[in-house]
């Protein structure tokens, strides 16, 4: 499966976004889907992920403020981001993991991987 990850840019503190992780060559129901981040100079984190089953999985960090959904039937993962703060600035990706009953926050449980999309949150 190939993804690709769109959405991103820059916003104020406070402001929103949605990212899109749209899918091809694959069916994302046979994927548990997972959005992952890396700021400039720090590693890359867990924000969320879920399976379809409907069980969803937020970092500390992002819970309350981001919401994980999907649409099987547009072949579409999204990553609803409210309340979002300078330190929630960095490229975002989502990425697919072939275990689709398990949630990990780990990456390198994820077997394919779309290119990031950059959000910017200015002060």
């Known amino acids: 499966v190939q993804l690709q990850a769109s959405g991103g840019g820059l916003v104020q503190a406070g402001g929103s976004l949605r990212l899109s992780c749209a899918a091809s060559g694959g069916t994302l129901s046979n994927y548990a889907m997972g959005w992952f981040r890396q700021a400039p100079g720090k590693d890359q984190e867990f924000v969320a992920g879920?399976?379809?089953?409907?069980?969803?999985y937020y970092a500390d960090s992002i819970k309350g403020r981001f919401t994980v959904s999907g649409d099987n039937a547009k072949s579409a993962v999204y990553l609803q981001m409210n309340g979002l703060k300078p330190e929630d600035t960095a490229v975002y990706s989502c990425a697919a993991d072939r275990k689709y009953y398990r949630l990990s926050p780990f990456s390198y449980d994820y077997n394919y991987w779309g290119q990031g999309t950059q959000v910017t949150v200015s002060s």
């Open positions: 879920m399976n379809w089953g409907g069980t969803v």
